[in-house]
C-alpha cells in the first residue's frame, strides 16, 4: 500500500490563543513494503504525522491518502510509544481486541495462539501485562497492532523506553516480522544508530519545517554485526551533523 502526503498543513492553538505551526505544505511518500524511520528535534512534528495518518487529527490543508483513497480512522495500525495494554486483561484477550472493536475482522484464538508461539508468549497468553517484562509487553503491543490487518504500521518509538540490550533484540525481532511480512512501516526514533539500522529510508524533519530524505544503502536481511560496521556508523555520524547544523 503505498502512503502519499502532499501538501499537508496542520497548527493548533496554544493557550494564548496564538497559533502554533507544527507542519507546513509536508510531502512524503512511503512506497509498498518500505520502512521508513523519521527522526528530528523534538516538536518538528512527528508523533502529529502519525496521529494525522490515523485519522485522530485532521488537517488544515493538504491529503493523506492511501493508494489513491483518502484516509479515515481505522485505515492503519498504530502503536504509540507506551504499550497502552489494558492491565486487566490477560494477554491473549490484550492482542485480541482489535476483533472486538473493528468491524468486519474476526481474530480466532488459535491464530493469536498461534502468533503468540512465534513471537516466544505462548506461555504467558494468561498472564496479565505487569507480569512480562518491558520487552515482551512491547512484542505483545506490537502484535496487536499487527492483528488489525492492516497494510501500513505507524510505530511511535516503540523502542524508547527499554535498556540498551533489549532493544537490541527488539530491533532485530521487529525487522525479522517486517520481512516476512512485507508490510509498510513508519518509525518514529531519536536513536540515530537504531533509525539507520532498520530503515531503507530516513526521514529528517527541521524546526524550519523542511524536510529531507537520507536513503540507507545497507544489505538486508541486517544483522548485528552491521551495527559494527564502518558503512552504518558514517551514515550517523551523516545525520549527527544535519541535525547539528539545524539545532546551530
Known amino acids: 500500500m503505498t502512503l502519499l502526503i502532499k501538501d499537508v498543513?496542520?497548527?493548533?492553538?496554544?493557550?494564548?490563543?496564538?497559533?502554533?505551526?507544527?507542519?507546513s505544505g509536508l510531502n512524503l511518500t512511503v512506497e509498498q513494503g518500505e520502512f521508513v524511520s523519521m527522526i528530528g528535534r523534538s516538536g518538528t512534528g512527528k508523533s502529529t504525522i502519525l496521529k494525522l495518518i490515523t485519522g485522530l487529527l485532521k488537517p488544515e490543508a493538504g491529503t493523506i491518502t492511501i493508494h489513491g483513497?483518502?484516509?479515515?480512522?481505522?485505515?492503519?495500525?498504530?502503536?504509540p510509544q507506551h504499550d497502552?495494554?489494558?492491565?486487566?486483561?490477560?494477554?491473549?484477550?490484550?492482542?485480541?481486541?482489535?476483533?472486538e472493536v473493528q468491524k468486519g475482522l474476526t481474530i480466532t484464538?488459535?491464530?493469536?495462539?498461534?502468533?503468540?508461539?512465534?513471537?516466544?508468549?505462548l506461555e504467558y497468553e494468561n498472564a496479565l501485562p505487569k507480569q512480562l517484562s518491558g520487552g515482551m509487553r512491547q512484542r505483545a503491543?506490537?502484535?496487536?497492532?499487527?492483528?488489525?490487518?492492516?497494510?501500513i504500521l505507524l510505530l511511535d518509538e516503540p523502542f524508547g523506553?527499554?535498556?540498551?540490550?533489549?532493544?537490541?533484540e527488539m530491533q532485530t525481532w521487529l525487522l525479522s516480522i517486517w520481512q516476512e511480512?512485507?508490510?509498510?512501516?513508519?518509525?518514529?526514533?531519536?536513536?540515530?544508530?537504531?533509525?539507520?539500522?532498520?530503515?531503507?529510508?530516513?526521514?529528517?524533519?527541521?524546526?524550519d519545517r523542511s524536510l529531507e530524505e537520507v536513503v540507507v544503502d545497507l544489505p538486508r536481511p541486517r544483522t548485528q554485526e552491521i551495527q559494527r560496521s564502518t558503512e552504518l556508523l558514517m551514515l550517523r555520524q551523516k545525520l549527527e551533523k544535519?541535525?547539528?547544523h539545524d539545532n546551530s
Open 141 to 151: 503491543a506490537f502484535l496487536r497492532a499487527l492483528l488489525t490487518g492492516k497494510g
Open 242 to 244: 544535519k541535525i547539528a
Open 9 to 23: 498543513s496542520y497548527s493548533f492553538m496554544n493557550e494564548d490563543k496564538q497559533k502554533n505551526q507544527v507542519l
Open 69 to 79: 483513497k483518502s484516509i479515515t480512522l481505522g485505515d492503519v495500525g498504530y502503536m
Open 84 to 99: 497502552l495494554l489494558l492491565p486487566w486483561r490477560r494477554i491473549i484477550d490484550n492482542i485480541m481486541i482489535a476483533g
Open 109 to 121: 484464538k488459535e491464530k493469536a495462539r498461534s502468533w503468540l508461539e512465534r513471537v516466544g508468549l
Open 181 to 207: 511480512l512485507d508490510q509498510t512501516i513508519l518509525f518514529i526514533t531519536h536513536d540515530l544508530e537504531e533509525a539507520v539500522f532498520m530503515s531503507d529510508r530516513i526521514v529528517l524533519l527541521s524546526p
Open 161 to 168: 523506553a527499554l535498556d540498551a540490550l533489549t532493544k537490541k
